[in-house]
């Protein structure tokens, strides 16, 4: 063996990190438009290297503003990743309705229509109008791979206050979900990935979503006609590159088709099951600035056993490994 070989230069993790992220989201059934910003902070936690558990355990705080043609949201993000395995957040959003194209629309309670034809006609009627409501979001993810396989699960509780132009409407449909919500109260969300991961970019699997809205005003023995609302389908992610510490990194293009298993509109009464929900994304990170007060001392260490490397290749009596 030879004593000179320099040992591997792990990732390095910056204690202090500013950094971003974008999606730009087109969906079809139902139809949509979006695009998100994530602008953070984040402190690291634990300087282990050495470790897949800790190394990217990490508190952040940040600001998430998105916009698409017919709402806009903007709010405070704060977020604990202890493990690498493990990750909870909490999302403020204050949200704008334009009142263009279907939304915003409200409606008495949950047993009301909302389907696609039903929106048109009331858009056409001039229900649709501006509006603005607060939303909390709170996802606590699970995530573990063995080898190239990997399991992914987010629990989501998402509260909301949105008042209505009539005060005799109870709830109001969301785009973002595609499901009547109540104007006061939560809805609770689970989403579940098996995939493969690649060693060349390529992410294939399955995505399961759930969404369960609670509706505060109802009695008891109350049969809720809008949840749980279920679907399955394959999801496909191909990133080009990943370049740790990046201005622009992993810029990745997302594929996801799903069938509707349980929902009320989307199962045959306005449209057909099969029909899929389909969501083309496109999605890139980055680094703005790190607090890396190492670099330059990694830097001279590489460049010190690129040289050592070199010298015992000169070295007389040394052949070439």
Do not use: C
């Not at 940040?62 to 909870?88: D, M």
């Amino acid at each position: 063996m030879d004593s000179s070989a320099a040992p591997p230069v792990l990732p390095h993790v910056p204690e202090h990190r500013f950094l971003y992220s974008n999606i730009t989201i087109a969906r079809i059934n139902p139809l949509g438009l979006f695009n998100g910003l994530t602008l953070s902070y984040r402190k690291r936690l634990l300087d282990r290297p050495d470790s897949k558990l800790f190394r990217d355990s990490y508190f952040g705080i940040g600001v998430l503003p998105s916009v698409s043609p017919a709402v806009a949201q903007i709010g405070p993000l704060i977020e604990i990743q202890p493990l690498a395995i493990f990750k909870f957040s909490a999302q403020y959003f204050f949200t704008g309705w334009f009142g263009t194209f279907d939304y915003f629309q409200s409606f008495e309670d949950s047993n009301s229509e909302y389907t696609d034809q039903t929106l048109d006609a009331n858009t056409e009627a001039g229900l649709n109008y501006p509006n603005t409501s607060h939303q909390i979001e709170l996802k606590a993810l699970l995530q573990a791979k063995v080898g190239p396989v990997a399991v992914r699960n987010t629990v989501m509780g998402y509260w909301n206050s949105t008042n209505t132009n009539n005060p005799n409407h109870q709830t109001w449909y969301t785009i973002k979900y595609d499901i009547l919500l109540p104007t006061q109260g939560w809805m609770i969300g689970n989403e579940t990935d098996l995939i493969y991961v690649s060693k060349f970019g390529l992410v294939a699997g399955l995505r399961n979503n759930l969404l369960a809205p609670h509706y505060p005003a109802e009695g008891v023995g109350f049969k809720n006609p809008n949840g749980p609302a279920v679907r399955l389908g394959p999801l496909f992610a191909y990133t080009f590159y990943d370049k740790p510490q990046k201005r622009f990194n992993k810029p990745t293009l997302i594929l996801i088709s799903q069938w509707h298993l349980q929902h009320r509109n989307r199962t045959g009464l306005s449209t057909s099951q099969a029909l899929p929900t389909i969501v083309l994304a496109f999605a890139f990170s980055g680094d703005l600035w790190t607090s890396d007060k190492n670099k330059k001392d990694r830097e001279k260490q590489a460049a010190a056993r690129r040289e050592q490397r070199r010298a015992a290749f000169r070295s007389p009596g040394r052949l070439p490994m």
